[in-house]
């Protein structure tokens, strides 16, 4: 092969995009101090580009201030803010603004505008075309609504007419909190719907709920905020492992089976390591129609292998994984009792 038709194909390459590996949003030393208050106290983060990222906390745990602070809406107090590689503080953040989209978890409209009217007002101030209005309004549900005014919008309603101004002009970076607000489950499947399209188009989002339920199988990431710091980061199954909470499991057996199945998990209980996390949590109680337990997450399998002899008297296993509600609450300090298998 010719070595300068090689030295050519390199040469047409592409050359790399440095800002494919930068975060999104990026976070240093961030606080927010309202005298002794310290609301955010201390935040590195990085949220990547295309990412879905949850935060959750109780309240006042610094959720909506870091919001703030990262819409350029309060200042930090100490700490540097970048989005889209723009400091947020910086001159250049006024046209990275302008990709970027807000739902606040208070939606507050004009009730004597009608929906279109309202869009085309927000599509003034974000410099969009007043066209892309009906087809945002459609996006949302509201395409039949759109002359009526404001002040006869359901909650729900509001909150679609608010969802559909923060996709006012394609935004690349979505801020979401408490999105789902007021909305019936038709419209909450038909939002993520629309979140899982904008993924799909590289669009970066970070929300905040308290309703853990819809965030568990929807975010890539998220994080644990408590007392203003991060308590925890990771992809729900990462803070599963993390924190080795046990899998709740259920047994349906006859009840003229369940000596010998009792008889099996005390023999596991014995033959495991006595300083296994969770090893107590073997000891089955017996309930309408079989038995439930917790199993240590490092002795699911021994746990298996265990009952494979029961054969056809073991009716149905279901293993259920500790959920986002259990994880909040072991990272922010609480306790809970074990739940029951779902």
């Known amino acids: 092969m010719r070595a300068d038709f090689v030295a050519g194909a ?5 050359p790399a995009d440095p800002a494919a590996d930068t975060p999104a949003i990026r976070l ?9 208050l310290h609301a955010v106290d201390g935040i590195d983060l990085d949220i990547r580009r295309g990412e879905v ?8 745990a610094g959720k909506s201030t870091l919001f703030k602070m990262m819409l350029g809406l309060v200042a930090p107090t100490a ?5 889209a590689g723009a400091p947020v503080s910086g001159r250049g953040f006024r046209a990275v603004r302008r990709g970027i989209g807000y739902l606040p978890e208070n939606v507050v409209l004009w009730d004597n505008l009608s929906g279109l009217e309202t869009l085309r007002f927000f599509a003034r101030l974000k410099d969009v075309p007043a066209a892309e209005c009906p087809a945002a309004l459609d996006r949302v549900g509201l ?13 729900g309603m509001r909150q679609r007419l608010g969802f559909a101004q923060a996709l006012l002009g394609a935004p690349q970076v979505l801020f979401l909190d408490e999105p789902t607000t ?10 993520y719907d629309t979140l899982a399209t904008l993924r799909g188009q590289g669009v970066t989002m970070v929300l905040s709920s308290h309703i853990l339920a819809e965030l568990q199988a929807r ?18 199954q990462q803070l599963r492992e993390l924190h080795e909470l046990p899998l709740a499991v259920a047994l349906r057996l006859a009840p003229t089976d369940l000596p010998a199945a009792e008889a099996t998990l005390a023999t596991l209980r014995q033959a495991l390591p006595a300083g296994l996390p969770g090893v107590a949590g073997l000891a089955p109680q017996r309930t309408a129609d079989g038995l439930q337990l917790h199993c240590p997450r490092a002795a699911k399998m021994a746990l298996l292998q265990a009952l494979a002899p029961l054969g056809p008297r073991l009716l149905d296993v279901l293993i259920t994984e500790p959920s ?4 909040f609450f072991a990272n922010a300090g609480h306790t809970r009792p074990p739940q029951e298998p779902r």
């Open 10 to 14: 390199a040469a047409a390459a592409p």
């Open 28 to 36: 240093r030393g961030v606080h927010k101090h309202y005298g002794a």
């Open 53 to 60: 990222f949850g935060l959750i906390g109780h309240n006042g």
């Open 79 to 83: 700490g540097q803010i970048h989005i």
């Open 143 to 155: 395409a039949h609504a759109a002359n009526r005014p404001v002040r006869e919008y359901s909650k």
């Open 182 to 191: 007021g909305l019936d489950p038709q419209a909450i499947r038909a939002f």
């Open 219 to 236: 975010v890539d990431r998220l994080a644990v905020l408590s007392a203003g710091r991060v308590q925890a980061l990771g992809s729900v």
């Open 324 to 327: 986002l509600e259990d994880l």
